[in-house]
Antibody
Framework: QVQLVQSGAEVKKPGASVKVSCKAS????????MHWVRQAPGQGLEWMGM????????TYAQKFQGRVTVTRDTSTSTVYMGLSSLRSDDTAVYYC???????????????WGQGTLVTVSS | EIVLTQSPGTLSLSPGERATLSCRAS???????LAWYQRKPGQAPRLLIY???SRATGIPDRFSGSGSGTDFTLTISRLEPEDFAVYYC????????FGPGTKVDIK
């Protein structure tokens, strides 16, 4: 399994942007799609988007289109999730997770990062 | 978007008892692409079951999944102390959505 280590907690003001990193270790990282999932306080898990192994093709949940950017640096095995125009309801724990996709189908998320708390407050 | 509903919201049981958790989808889940995750406080979710009934690597055989179409079940045959946690179902056949979770706590 791939080990995923995320960057530390962030505190941001409304309207600002945040960028969370997720560094992977393990040879098989190069074959994985990388997903981002968040969980707001008292809420469920919410898929935000993913990026393919080469880092060329991100896919975003409609809810976050235009505000989220997922990028991947294959040279450092690091994936980034940027979220702009932050609001108080973006306060959540953000997770990266690995999964495979093949022939148009994607599969369950088999490794997760430890989570990064992003707090949006004035 | 496929909406997942989990029941019950909370399940209060004693160690050694059997736990049965339900996950219902608003429409049929493509190829039964349904997973179950366990989440403990302060930890990331852990994959238990994928493809509705296949155990992930290293998952004890007291965990089993069943179901198809719109109705799925996670069964824990005999609860161990470390099994008290929140359990989420996820469908990955049409984008990705999660259920709201079932909390299994100690009676």
């Amino acid at each position: 399994q791939v080990q995923l280590v995320q960057s530390g907690a962030e505190v941001k003001k409304p309207g600002a942007s945040v960028k969370v990193s997720c560094k992977a270790s393990g040879d098989s990282f190069t074959f994985y799609y990388m997903h981002w999932v968040r969980q707001a306080p008292g809420q469920g898990l919410e898929w935000m988007g993913m990026i393919n192994p080469t880092g060329v093709t991100p896919t975003y949940a409609q809810k976050f289109q235009g505000r989220v950017t997922v990028t991947r640096d294959t040279s450092t095995s690091t994936v980034y999730m940027g979220l702009s125009s932050l609001r108080s309801d973006d306060t959540a724990v953000y997770y990266c997770a690995t999964g495979y996709c093949s022939a148009g189908s994607c599969y369950a998320f088999d490794s997760w990062g430890q989570g990064t708390l992003v707090t949006v407050s004035s | 978007e496929i909406v997942l509903t989990q029941s019950p919201g909370t399940l209060s049981l004693s160690p050694g008892e059997r736990a049965t958790l339900s996950c219902r989808a608003s429409q049929s889940v493509t190829s039964n692409y349904l997973a179950w995750y366990q989440r403990k406080p302060g930890q990331a979710p852990r994959l238990l079951i994928y493809g509705a009934s296949s155990r992930a690597t290293g998952i004890p055989d007291r965990f089993s999944g069943s179901g198809s179409g719109t109705d799925f079940t996670l069964t824990i045959s005999r609860l161990e102390p470390e099994d008290f946690a929140v359990y989420y179902c996820q469908q990955y056949g049409s984008s990705f959505t999660f259920g709201p979770g079932t909390k299994v706590d100690i009676k």
